[in-house]
């Protein structure tokens, strides 16, 4: 039932290749004009993927493609693209206001002793690092380290937050408190929304007006964090628990492609990292040819996914929670086929 109710929320013929070509005409044309213009600050790597329209995890590209996206938008997409109560909270809202006016041992290092530390940031599973997750002992630890120097434990969730790892936030999968966290990707969907919150002890140390920021409290944002949050948290949907198993069979299902080139596949809930290799025992990095190979594949059949790590071989399965199970292992049953043409 849920699963009907999901799959109504995407493009329903995804993945489609109609364009005689890939990139179609259309498509081609629009990366030559924003490889002209756009910000020098964008992240780096460039896909011959061009988004027009979207829905859920499914997007069509201006030549009538119709792809699956395992990658939300680098996290961001947490309950699929142009949700309707997100686009219905964004009509509502933007009918009303919009902007207003805010109102409102470990920690020995070469160049600081553990005193010297006024706060440790850490994110409780590295996103661009390569989804590497930590065991609950580290994070432990570093709170201990923390308690006893009196520096501040700060985690970011801004890409493993929100639901991703299969609780609200993935720190909670060790136990530990921090004492300020991060959010942002997830939270604001397809709206920039982001945020600090800490414990009221130190929130209560600031002096009131003594960080001025011009957009913060965007109602719209605002409006659609809530409504984004509410989805997640509707227990009639259960996304979280579903990111959980859901995440675990995904990874069992890229597991049983018995690739070669597939080192060690890991994560928690729907923030899964695939370590692509040369050697499984040396764990030689995928040479950038057979990545790039795998990555034409890919987008020339209808799936995004994009890679991280320090050697850019670890694949990210991301996909915003709502993604429907069977787009899920279509898409993973097209990433293997990609992986057997290696
Ligand atoms: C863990 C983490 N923190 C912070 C950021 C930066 O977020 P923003 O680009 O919204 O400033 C990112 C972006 O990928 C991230 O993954």
Not at 120 to 144: C, N
Not at 178 to 193: A, H
Not at 313 to 337: H, Y
Request: charged share 20%; glycine share 10%.
């Amino acid at each position: 039932m849920i699963e009907t109710e999901l799959e109504a929320l995407n493009f329903h013929d995804a993945p489609k290749m109609v364009s005689p070509e890939f990139p179609g005409t259309k498509a081609a044309a629009a990366l030559t004009q924003s490889a002209r213009t756009e910000s020098m600050v964008r992240g780096g790597g460039r896909m011959p993927v061009v988004m027009d329209r979207a829905f859920g995890v499914t997007f069509k590209d201006p030549d009538g493609n119709t792809f699956i996206d395992l990658s939300a938008g680098v996290g961001v997409s947490s309950v699929g693209r142009c949700h309707p109560k997100v686009v219905a909270a964004i009509r509502e809202q933007s009918e009303s206001l919009m902007h207003a006016m805010e109102v409102n041992h470990l920690l020995n290092t070469p160049y600081t002793a553990a005193d010297d530390v006024a706060a440790v940031i850490v994110e409780p599973v590295p996103g661009e690092g390569g989804y590497v997750p930590p065991s609950p002992e580290f994070l432990q630890l570093l709170r201990k380290a923390c308690d006893r120097s009196g520096a501040l434990l700060i985690v970011d969730e801004v890409q493993a937050g929100a639901g991703r790892t299969g609780k609200m936030w993935s720190v909670e999968h060790s136990g530990v408190k921090p004492d300020m966290l991060t959010f942002g990707k997830g939270v604001g969907g397809d709206v920039p929304m982001a945020g600090l919150v800490m414990r009221s002890d130190l929130a209560a140390k600031i002096p009131d007006g003594s960080a001025p920021n011009t957009f913060a409290a965007n109602s719209v944002s605002a409006a659609v964090a809530l409504t984004n949050i509410g989805i997640l948290e509707d227990p009639a949907l259960d996304l979280l628990n579903r990111a959980h198993t859901l995440g675990l069979e995904a990874q069992e299902r890229i597991r049983d492609f018995g690739s070669p080139f597939v080192g060690e596949v890991r994560g928690r809930g729907l923030m899964i990292g695939i370590e692509l290799v040369e050697d499984k025992a040396t764990k030689e990095p995928l040479q950038g040819e057979r990545l790039g190979k795998l990555m034409g594949y890919l987008t020339s059949h209808g799936v995004l996914m994009i890679p991280c790590g320090r050697y850019t071989n670890v694949m990210r399965v991301m996909p915003s929670l709502t993604i429907p199970r069977k787009l899920m292992f279509k898409a993973l049953d097209i990433f293997g086929e990609g992986l057997s043409r290696l």
